[in-house]
């Protein structure tokens, strides 16, 4: 200390919840989202496994939420998932112009989105082994990561603060539901 240095105990101590919320945030991932088209591949995968897990488990899609017992095709089913999260794609980019004038970093931001539907896109998965009565429980906590996941993309893609970024994710969260509401598909 004498010389102005901290001893080294003291520079690699990093608080337990700061590791948790970089893991929480998917930090790693997304920094690795500087070169978008390294992770590009990953993103569409994840996207694209989403959309297969509705089409195999009979799941209809509306962005955060998923309906039982669709009688749709196993095409359409798919095809509803991939233009949902384009559509959010598209949606909170307009909004990040809107409000917050920002522009560029567009396939950062689609790249960090396609992570950032990981948890969603695993739900449907999840009603293999677990009946939907108890997976919806679980939904919850998986919409609430996904929505954090989305400010975080937000973040990363646009450099927006968290703060400004969450206000255009519980936009879309807010739309999701009214929509729903609208279409007599949410009580």
Known sequence: ??????????????PLSSK??????????????VNPEKILPLSIAIIVFGGLGCAITSLE????????????EFEKLAAFYLVEWISLFLFSDLL?????????????????????????????????????????????????WTLLLLSAALSFGKGLRLDKSLVISLTAIYLNVVILVLIGKFP
Do not use: N
Request: glycine share 6%; charged share 10%; hydrophobic share 50%.
């Open 1 to 14: 200390m004498k010389e102005g240095v901290l001893p080294p105990t003291l520079e690699t101590a990093t």
């Open 20 to 33: 948790i919320g970089r893991w929480i945030f998917l930090t790693p991932v997304f920094l690795k989202t």
């Open 61 to 72: 899609p509306f962005l955060f939420f998923y309906f039982p017992f669709s009688t749709y």
């Open 96 to 144: 990040a112009y809107l409000i917050y004038r920002r522009v560029g970093g567009e396939l950062q931001f689609f790249t960090c989105l396609g992570v950032a539907s990981l948890p969603l896109a695993v739900f449907p998965y999840l009603t293999v082994f677990l009946s939907y009565d108890i997976a919806r429980y679980l939904l919850l906590v998986l919409q609430i």
